[in-house]
């Protein structure tokens, strides 16, 4: 099953984004994320989180709307998002697809938000954060993505160093397979057709791809 779980940065249209929505299963928002897939003229299954982000007028959309609250009490170890996405493999997603992690006023939910991907109980789960024109994914085994050519493909390290990096259909090969937690050197590279595929022996890497077209 596929789910969509949104937070509550803003969401920018794109086809990225109206496919994910498109083909989720189960719509889930955390918290102030509710408001944004109203936007986007959809209404969540599930709103999860301590609420604190609702208008009334929200509230009284998502409950007119059917939604379903679990509501959480603000002082908790988690943030509405991790819990959302708990939630989302509670109820049986096998892929989740996150809205709506940037461009807003809390740069800390968007760091934290975003890292949950590399959390122990996340990282060997399918799971795509969506921004726009750009998707990110941890690599897991032989990690393949679908674009045009001249679209960026830059990859990051998440532990100290991550090595045995071999990658298909890029422009550049990484030197000796290897990025340390800091380096740049990822950054831009490109695909040279319509696929490429990037695998890692050692480490934790994340896979950002950027559809210039």
């Known amino acids: 099953m596929r789910a969509l779980v949104s937070a509550g940065a803003p969401v920018t249209q794109s ?60 002082a908790k170890d988690k943030t509405d998002t991790h819990l959302a996405l708990e939630v989302a493999f509670e109820r049986g997603a096998t892929q989740v697809d996150m809205l709506g992690l940037f461009g807003g006023d809390r740069l800390d939910h968007a760091v934290a938000n975003s890292l949950l991907l590399a959390h122990a109980d996340f990282r060997e789960r399918d799971i795509r954060i969506i921004d ?19 679209d960026y493909l830059t990859l990051i390290p998440l532990t100290p160093e991550v090595t045995g990096i071999r990658t298909k259909g890029l422009r ?38 950027h559809h210039r077209s």
């Open 132 to 150: 726009g024109a750009n998707e990110a994914r941890l690599c897991r085994g032989w990690t393949v993505v679908q674009g045009k050519a001249g």
């Open 172 to 209: 550049y090969e990484v030197p000796e397979g290897r990025l340390m937690f800091g380096d740049s050197l990822g950054v831009s590279n490109e695909l040279i057709g319509f696929e490429a595929a990037v695998s890692a022996a050692q480490g934790t890497l994340l896979v950002l791809h």
């Open 15 to 74: 086809p990225l984004v109206e496919e994910a929505l498109r083909k989720a299963d189960l719509l889930i928002a955390a918290n102030g994320g509710g408001a944004r897939l109203l936007q986007l003229g959809v209404t969540p299954n599930l709103l999860v989180g301590d609420l604190d982000s609702l208008t009334p007028g929200t509230r009284d959309a998502l409950v007119a709307g059917g939604t379903e609250f679990i509501e959480y009490p603000p």
